[in-house]
C-alpha cells in the first residue's frame, strides 16, 4: 500500500514497524460542543482506513484522545456556570452518539488529558532536563531554536513561520515562536499539582504524552486534519523528538478541508453545521458517504444537493442488497464458469487496487457501483442466474460494504405471522385465479405496512 506522507509531500510505501500489526493515533475533539461535519470528515475517513487495515489482515492499534480540558471548555463551563469536567463528560457522551451515529467504531484506547497527568508531567519534566524546556513564573516552555528540525512537517524554515504566524509575544518567553507546554494556573480554572506549581498542559503536550505512552516512542502513523498541521503537529513532533531522542511517526496523513456552498464553513458566515443538525435533516449515513466519496486529501464542497446526491447513491446500493438477496433465496444450482467468477474476483481486486494508491475511496466506491452494474442483470432479468454465481457476488459487495462502514441502516426486521399468513392466501387465491380475493388481500397487507411486488423471479414483499 502506498500513502502520501505530508512529512515528505511524496507516495510512499506503507511498512509497519512490527510485521501485521498498525499503530495509529488520531488527535481526536476538544469537547467542548458538538462536532461539526468539519470534525466529522477525520473522524469517518481514519475508521475505515483502520477497518481497512485490518481486511488487509493487520492487527490495528487506534489510539485517539478526548481534550476534556481547555481554554473552550473552561470558557463555556464559566458561561453556563458549571464544572468545566461537567461539560467535557456531557460532550464526551453526544460526541459517542454522533460517533455511533455515523458508523464510527470506538477507538482501541480513548485516552483524557484529565487521566493522563502523570505522563504529561514526566515528559514536560524530560524536555526541561534536556535543555529543550524552561520554566517561567510557573509557565513552561519549549524552546523551539533548539530543535533544528522545527518546520519539517510544514514544510516552512522558523523564520518563515514565525513571519507567517501571529505569534504570543511575551515578556516571560525566550523567543516569541517558543509554545507553552505547561500553564500556570489562573483563579478558577482546574489545575493540577506539577514541580512548577499548579497548572494544566499546554495543547501540543498532551497528544506527545498519550501516543508515545500507549503506541510506543516511534509509532506507524499519526493522523488527523490539514488543519492541524502547524500549528498543532509540529509542536508534536518538535517536543516528542526531543524527548524520546526518536522519530515520532513513520508517516502522516492529512484530510482535506470542508467548504460549504463552496465557502469556508465559520459561524461567522452561517454555514457552519454541527453533525447533529446535520443528520436530523438527512440521516447520519448519508454524511458517512458524502466523507468517502471523494479522495481523503480532496476538499469536499457541503450542501444540499451534494447530501441529497448521496442520499441517492446510497438508495441504489440498498435496493441492489435486496434484490441479490432476494435472487439468491430463488435461484437454483446451475453452471457456474472460471470466466464468471475472475469477473466478480476482478471487482474486489479494483476496490483493493483504488485502496491501496493512497486510500482512494472514491474510486472503490466506483468499483462497487460497477459490481452492481455487472451483477444486475443476472438478479433482475428473465433468467436468474446460478445461485453459486449470485452467492459469491453477493459475499463480494458485502466484503466490500463492509469495509467502507456503509449499509448499516438495513436491519431486517421480522414480518409478522399475520402479513406471512395473508400473503400466502394472496398466493393461493391467484393460483385459483380469484383476482378479487387477491386484491383485496393485497390491500389488507398494505394496511399492515408492506406492499407486494410481482416480479420475474416471484413475489417480493416490501416494508413501506
Same mark, same amino acid.
Given at each position: 500500500?502506498?500513502?502520501?506522507?505530508?512529512?515528505?509531500?511524496?507516495?510512499?510505501?506503507?511498512?509497519?514497524?512490527?510485521?501485521?500489526?498498525?499503530?495509529?493515533?488520531?488527535?481526536?475533539?476538544?469537547?467542548?460542543?458538538?462536532?461539526?461535519?468539519?470534525?466529522?470528515?477525520?473522524?469517518?475517513?481514519?475508521?475505515?482506513?483502520?477497518?481497512?487495515? !485490518?481486511?488487509?489482515?493487520?492487527?490495528?492499534?487506534?489510539?485517539?484522545?478526548?481534550?476534556?480540558?481547555?481554554?473552550?471548555?473552561?470558557?463555556?463551563?464559566?458561561?453556563?456556570?458549571?464544572?468545566?469536567?461537567?461539560?467535557?463528560?456531557?460532550?464526551?457522551?453526544?460526541?459517542?452518539?454522533?460517533?455511533?451515529?455515523?458508523?464510527?467504531?470506538? %477507538?482501541?484506547?480513548?485516552?483524557?488529558?484529565?487521566?493522563?497527568?502523570?505522563?504529561?508531567?514526566?515528559?514536560?519534566?524530560?524536555?526541561?532536563?534536556?535543555?529543550?524546556?524552561?520554566?517561567?513564573?510557573?509557565?513552561?516552555?519549549?524552546?523551539?531554536? +533548539?530543535? +533544528?528540525?522545527?518546520?519539517?512537517?510544514?514544510?516552512?524554515?522558523?523564520?518563515?513561520?514565525?513571519?507567517?504566524?501571529?505569534?504570543?509575544?511575551?515578556?516571560?518567553?525566550?523567543?516569541?515562536?517558543?509554545?507553552?507546554?505547561?500553564?500556570?494556573?489562573?483563579?478558577?480554572?482546574?489545575?493540577?499539582?506539577?514541580?512548577?506549581?499548579?497548572?494544566?498542559?499546554?495543547?501540543?503536550?498532551?497528544?506527545?504524552?498519550?501516543?508515545?505512552?500507549?503506541?510506543?516512542?516511534?509509532?506507524?502513523?499519526?493522523?488527523?486534519?490539514?488543519?492541524?498541521? $502547524?500549528?498543532?503537529?509540529?509542536?508534536?513532533?518538535?517536543?516528542? !523528538?526531543?524527548?524520546?531522542?526518536?522519530? $515520532?511517526?513513520?508517516?502522516?496523513?492529512?484530510?482535506?478541508?470542508?467548504?460549504?456552498?463552496?465557502?469556508?464553513?465559520?459561524?461567522?458566515?452561517?454555514? #457552519?453545521?454541527?453533525?447533529?443538525?446535520?443528520?436530523?435533516? #438527512?440521516?447520519?449515513?448519508?454524511?458517512?458517504?458524502?466523507?468517502?466519496?471523494?479522495?481523503?486529501?480532496?476538499?469536499?464542497?457541503?450542501?444540499?444537493?451534494?447530501?441529497?446526491?448521496?442520499?441517492?447513491?446510497?438508495?441504489?446500493?440498498?435496493?441492489?442488497?435486496?434484490?441479490?438477496?432476494?435472487?439468491?433465496?430463488?435461484?437454483?444450482?446451475?453452471?457456474?464458469?472460471?470466466? @464468471?467468477? !475472475?469477473?466478480?474476483?476482478?471487482?474486489? @481486486?479494483?476496490?483493493?487496487?483504488?485502496?491501496?494508491?493512497?486510500?482512494?475511496?472514491?474510486?472503490?466506491?466506483?468499483?462497487? $457501483?460497477?459490481?452492481?452494474?455487472?451483477?444486475?442483470?443476472?438478479?433482475?432479468?428473465?433468467?436468474?442466474?446460478?445461485? @453459486?454465481?449470485?452467492?459469491?457476488?453477493?459475499?463480494?459487495?458485502?466484503?466490500?460494504?463492509?469495509?467502507?462502514?456503509?449499509?448499516?441502516?438495513?436491519?431486517?426486521?421480522?414480518?409478522?405471522?399475520?402479513?406471512? %399468513?395473508?400473503? !400466502?392466501?394472496?398466493?393461493?387465491?391467484?393460483?385459483?385465479?380469484?383476482?378479487?380475493?387477491?386484491?383485496?388481500?393485497?390491500?389488507?397487507?398494505?394496511?399492515?405496512?408492506?406492499?407486494?411486488?410481482?416480479?420475474?423471479?416471484?413475489?417480493?414483499?416490501?416494508?413501506?
Amino acid at each position: 500500500m502506498k500513502v502520501y506522507n505530508t512529512l515528505t509531500r511524496q507516495k510512499e510505501e506503507f511498512k509497519t514497524i512490527h510485521p501485521n500489526e498498525v499503530d495509529m493515533y488520531a488527535c481526536g475533539p476538544t469537547v467542548y460542543n458538538y462536532i461539526h461535519i468539519g470534525n466529522a470528515r477525520p473522524i469517518i475517513v481514519f475508521d475505515c482506513l483502520r477497518s481497512y487495515f !485490518e481486511f488487509r489482515g493487520y492487527k490495528v492499534k487506534f489510539v485517539q484522545n478526548f481534550t476534556d480540558v481547555d481554554d473552550k471548555i473552561i470558557k463555556k463551563a464559566n458561561e453556563e456556570g458549571v464544572e468545566a469536567s461537567e461539560i467535557s463528560e456531557k460532550y464526551i457522551k453526544e460526541y459517542e452518539k454522533d460517533a455511533k451515529g455515523l458508523n464510527v467504531r470506538p %477507538a482501541t484506547i480513548h485516552p483524557k488529558v484529565t487521566q493522563s497527568m502523570d505522563m504529561i508531567i514526566d515528559i514536560v519534566q524530560h524536555l526541561v532536563d534536556n535543555g529543550y524546556a524552561y520554566e517561567s513564573q510557573g509557565d513552561v516552555y519549549f524552546r523551539t531554536t +533548539k530543535f +533544528k528540525e522545527y518546520g519539517k512537517l510544514s514544510h516552512m524554515p522558523l523564520e518563515d513561520l514565525e513571519a507567517g504566524n501571529r505569534v504570543e509575544v511575551s515578556d516571560i518567553k525566550e523567543d516569541p515562536m517558543d509554545f507553552a507546554v505547561w500553564k500556570a494556573a489562573k483563579p478558577g480554572e482546574p489545575a493540577w499539582d506539577s514541580p512548577w506549581g499548579k497548572g494544566r498542559p499546554g495543547w501540543h503536550i498532551e497528544c506527545s504524552a498519550m501516543a508515545t505512552n500507549y503506541l510506543g516512542k516511534t509509532i506507524d502513523l499519526h493522523c488527523g486534519g490539514q488543519d492541524l498541521i $502547524f500549528p498543532h503537529h509540529e509542536n508534536e513532533i518538535a517536543q516528542s !523528538e526531543c524527548a524520546t531522542g526518536a522519530v $515520532f511517526a513513520n508517516y502522516w496523513m492529512h484530510n482535506g478541508y470542508i467548504n460549504v456552498d463552496n465557502r469556508k464553513m465559520s459561524k461567522s458566515l452561517g454555514n #457552519f453545521f454541527t453533525v447533529r443538525e446535520v443528520a436530523e435533516k #438527512f440521516g447520519y449515513e448519508p454524511i458517512r458517504y458524502m466523507m468517502l466519496q471523494a479522495h481523503y486529501r480532496s476538499p469536499i464542497n457541503y450542501n444540499v444537493e451534494v447530501i441529497e446526491q448521496c442520499k441517492a447513491s446510497l438508495e441504489r446500493m440498498y435496493n441492489f442488497k435486496k434484490n441479490i438477496a432476494f435472487a439468491l433465496s430463488k435461484a437454483e444450482d446451475g453452471e457456474f464458469t472460471d470466466k @464468471q467468477k !475472475e469477473a466478480i474476483l476482478a471487482r474486489k @481486486q479494483q476496490f483493493i487496487d483504488a485502496m491501496e494508491d493512497d486510500f482512494n475511496t472514491a474510486d472503490a466506491i466506483s468499483a462497487v $457501483f460497477e459490481l452492481i452494474r455487472d451483477i444486475n442483470p443476472l438478479i433482475s432479468g428473465e433468467t436468474l442466474g446460478s445461485k @453459486q454465481h449470485i452467492a459469491l457476488a453477493k459475499e463480494i459487495f458485502d466484503e466490500l460494504i463492509g469495509v467502507l462502514g456503509l449499509l448499516y441502516n438495513d436491519k431486517e426486521e421480522e414480518i409478522p405471522a399475520e402479513v406471512t %399468513a395473508l400473503v !400466502e392466501q394472496r398466493a393461493a387465491a391467484r393460483k385459483e385465479k380469484n383476482f378479487k380475493l387477491a386484491d383485496e388481500l393485497r390491500d389488507r397487507i398494505g394496511e399492515l405496512g408492506y406492499a407486494i411486488e410481482e416480479t420475474r423471479q416471484g413475489t417480493k414483499l416490501i416494508k413501506k
